[in-house]
């Protein structure tokens, strides 16, 4: 059975005039009407971590408990920049802020999620350059002003296996992808990121000997993510970001809480 | 000079469609627009604490240095209940959720602030109780479900002063204001709150030997918040709360980045 013109023509327009789904309000999220995702790992003593000198597992000791005090309370030691953490200016760049000042605006953000996972599993010394961003971004529109950008290279997957997410060959050193400088540079100062996260131990890429990624950032005064989990549950776009870095005064950075708010109204 | 007695009609005419100040929207935040009141003291070995057997205070050591190792980096040792914190259901009743199992979405909500800064000036034992929080919903309306609820004592501005914060006495016992155990229950039965929040080192009070409305929120899988800070600078209503504790893995608590986001679109 053929339909009418007109019944076409007249669902056309109604679906012109379909009210858009809303943007979704702080209302919406405290009410417990979005989807969170934590993007945070838990902090144990297996947590991977970078291996430089003196730095040491997470440690957990257990101080008190419901039996013999009737409370059950733990202390901690950890180095700052394991587990899902953020990296602060100062870690890389003399005179710049802190954990502690990072302006609480700048850790609210639009998430994209950059893919790279298929490229990183084929090179493990994979970066992602500037010239990767801008096809990206042919394909899916600008990284917004003041994005936190997530890359997701399929590292998540060797979370638990730190030998393998290291990724430390026979002669000592190190392989997981990474940013490039050229994309910390672009998106940093054409794109004005508020932030450069991965799902590996350093947004600079395991063979790196000077750290460039961490230094662009540092003088930008921009922070990095680092362990980052779980970005195979997010969209390209649609997601906002929200980063909450242990306050450490004076810290080059600390263990970090990372929920993304998903947004269905900003899905294509 | 008169105005017309139309003039005055077409002016409140007009009020009376004025466009309404819109709720914001995580685009608004995401963007920077709206105000953010960061409720997190930095950690520091200076940091009050509850003055318990094996509590020793915060702990920050150099590891790498610029100058020395081209990177700054520290590590840092703590009691979980040091500084700003969240207490998980884990901390006083068995078998109940630790810091890493709260739900990300419990993390959200709208904030209240219940001031009672006068009444615990004049009196340090002060606790708030269920008929206070009932009178208060009488002048403020009811506390929203699933509202994250801060009580401002006043006690912040004793934060510097170790010894005043923690009020002790010549016998060696803390006064500094609370809730009481039945404000709890109602708040956290009637109004399903998500969390209660104080400004001082506990949610119950100083003179507390039974810690009951620790109990009332484990029970209820609700989360306390305490040392919070800057509750001096937040309005009545009209804000949402973000909850951001260290991920522990079965931790009994953690330091906890809190903001308050400002909603300029709710204000009497």
Redesign the interface.
Known sequence: MRSAPWLWLALVALDAVAIPAQ?????D????KLE???L?????AQNAYWP?????PFQ?DT??T?ENN????????????L??HLDAP???V?GKPGV?RLP???????GVVIDVAGKASADPDFRLTAEHVKLWEQQHGPVP??AIVLLHTGWGRFWNHADRYQGRDAGGRLHFPGYAADAAEYLTKERKVRGLGIDTLSVDYGQSRD?EVHKVLGHAERFGLENVAHLDKLPTRGF?V?V????????????T?I?A?L?ESDRN
Chains 1, 2 share one sequence.
Not at 52 to 56: F, G, K, M, S, V
């Open positions: 943007p979704p309000t702080l209302a999220l405290a009410s417990g969170v995702v934590d945070s790992y838990p902090l144990n430089a000198e003196n730095y040491r957990l101080i008190a419901l009737g409370v059950l309370s733990k202390a901690f030691a950890s180095p700052e920049h587990g899902t100062n870690h890389f003399a502690d609480p605006e700048s850790l609210f953000g639009p002003a003041g750290f906002y929200f909450a870095p242990m306050k450490i005064e004076t810290g080059s950075g600390g263990p809480r929920f708010i947004d």
